[in-house]
């Protein structure tokens, strides 16, 4: 998740490491639509949200889903 929020987004207020066009050319959308899709999966998809599994442990974020998914479409 650290990975993610560093590498695509701001994490700490230094500049993301992949600009604005390497984030087209790997999700296929612009980083303020990934957003605002974000946002939306994650007000409205229960499905996504994370949740503790059979062993106990965490699972994926519903950042992680959602740019897993992208990754994907891509």
């Known amino acids: 998740m650290r990975a993610i929020l560093r590498d695509f987004f701001r994490l700490t207020g230094e500049p993301p490491v992949y600009i604005q066009s390497d984030f087209e050319r790997l999700f296929r959308v612009q980083r303020c639509v990934f957003l605002r899709m974000y946002k939306a999966v994650n007000v409205r ?25 992208f990754r994907v479409n891509a």
């Open 45 to 69: 998809a229960f499905y996504l949200a994370q949740r503790i599994n059979a062993s106990g442990r965490l699972q994926a974020y519903s950042l992680q889903q959602v740019v897993a998914a």
